[in-house]
């Protein structure tokens, strides 16, 4: 399957300062990359997807302007929470978009705390 | 809006027993669906993958069954073991994969 490497793997920031989360996808070019967010005991949901040079397109209720993604070539892509604040704590997961109909592989996922 | 329901939210049993894993879906045009495994703390690990037109897939101790037009899959794991012990998730894809909330299961050797 898919190799992809995502870091870090756990970051604890203070409130209003800016976290970036970086996945690279090993072994193939991947033209999209899916971020995830997971709370508690709750499932993983789609923020937003990100395409290779071009604008991410974000789900509803997710704000672009505090989760800036950027996709600048076919192995990178790159999350960042700025301004943080602790309801940002979550699981922030990635996944490279690899066609419809073909099996999904994820980061290692980055725990973060904003204390 | 694709809904993904996961019964039961939890489960404990012993060692060496049948695991019996429930994922129900309310919109039937999926691509695929998808078990994977989540240790704590840690990423996803894809368990199983069954395409629309399969009716189940086999790895091992896993299986898992499809029924799509009742919006349902189960997982069995045969002969639990204390390292089997995670938590299970299951997803499909209509291209962006939508996911339930998970079985945590604990195997008490």
């Known amino acids: 399957g898919a190799v992809v490497s995502q870091h870090p793997s756990r970051v604890i920031c203070k409130s209003g300062t800016s976290v970036k989360i970086e996945c690279r996808s090993l072994?193939?070019?991947?033209?999209?990359m899916f971020w995830y967010r997971q709370f508690p005991k709750q499932s993983l949901m789609l923020m937003a997807t990100?395409?290779?040079?071009?604008?991410?397109?974000?789900e509803q209720g997710v704000e672009k302007d505090k989760f800036l993604i950027n996709h600048a070539s076919l192995t990178l892509s790159t999350l960042t929470v700025t301004s943080a604040h602790p309801e940002d704590s979550s699981f922030y997961i990635c996944?490279?978009?690899?066609?419809?109909?073909?099996?999904?592989?994820f980061g290692q996922g980055t725990r973060l705390t904003v204390v | 809006k694709q809904e993904v329901t996961q019964i039961p939210a939890a489960l404990s049993v012993p060692e060496g027993e049948n695991l019996v894993l429930n994922c129900s879906f309310t919109?039937?045009?999926?691509?695929?669906l998808q078990w994977f495994r989540q240790d704590p703390g840690k990423g996803l690990t894809s368990l199983l993958l069954i395409q629309s037109s399969q009716r189940e897939q086999t790895s091992g101790r896993l299986n898992a069954s499809l029924d799509k037009s009742s919006g349902r899959s189960t997982l069995y794991i045969a002969a639990s073991q204390p390292g089997d012990s995670a938590t299970y998730l299951c997803a499909v894809s209509d291209y962006k994969l939508s996911f339930g909330a998970g079985t945590t299961v604990t195997v008490r050797a």
């Open positions: 996944s490279p978009g690899q066609g419809a109909n073909t099996e999904a592989f």
């Open positions: 072994d193939f070019q991947a033209t999209t």
């Open positions: 990100s395409n290779e040079g071009s604008k991410a397109t974000y």
């Open positions: 919109d039937s045009a999926i691509y695929n």
